[in-house]
């Protein structure tokens, strides 16, 4: 039997499915995605940050207001856009260099929006108010969701 957390994500999937085929405005689609994934998560924070003149820049998101731009290498946004792989942080606390945009939050998810050479185009980032609320259902589920925004952003 599928637990409600991977089901939730299936049924996502198919949305952001059919909310990316035939679109291309990127802005657009990562708007619609961003509030997808926040309102069948119910997460704290879902948003897209955008690799824009070799810096992550704030794109569309749910949530309170975040910081404006993070540096390559800098917090879990820009360590998942310099590793160019997930990032899971179980306790935001814990992780060097975070940046804390809302004190509220207390575990991260980030994961690239990489093309199809593997260049990072924009990152997903997602908080929660709890501590460990990610985990590899929720990295496996977000990375198929970041391919099918990855087809449009590219």
């Known amino acids: 039997m599928k637990d409600n957390k991977t089901e939730t994500y299936q049924l996502l999937a198919e949305q952001v499915k059919a909310l990316t085929e ?10 619609n995605v961003a509030a997808a994934i926040h309102h069948a998560m119910g997460f704290l924070w879902t948003g897209f940050y955008r690799v824009v003149d070799n810096e992550l820049r704030l794109g569309p998101f749910q949530g309170p207001v975040a910081c ?16 160019a792989e997930s990032v899971v942080v179980p306790d935001v606390e814990q992780f060097p260099g975070h940046i804390a945009c809302s004190s509220l939050s207390r575990s991260e998810i980030v994961v690239p929006v990489k093309s199809a050479s593997g260049t990072v185009l924009a990152v997903l ?6 501590l460990s609320t990610f985990d590899d259902t929720d990295r496996i ?14």
Do not use: N
């Not at 035939?22 to 708007?31: C, F, H, L, P, W």
């Open 22 to 31: 035939g679109e291309t405005d990127s802005i657009s689609v990562m708007a």
């Open 68 to 83: 404006y731009r993070i540096p390559f290498g800098r917090g879990v946004c820009g360590t998942s856009w310099q590793r």
């Open 125 to 130: 980032d997602i908080d929660s108010p709890h």
């Open 141 to 154: 589920h977000l990375e198929q969701i970041c391919q099918m925004v990855a087809k449009v952003i590219s």
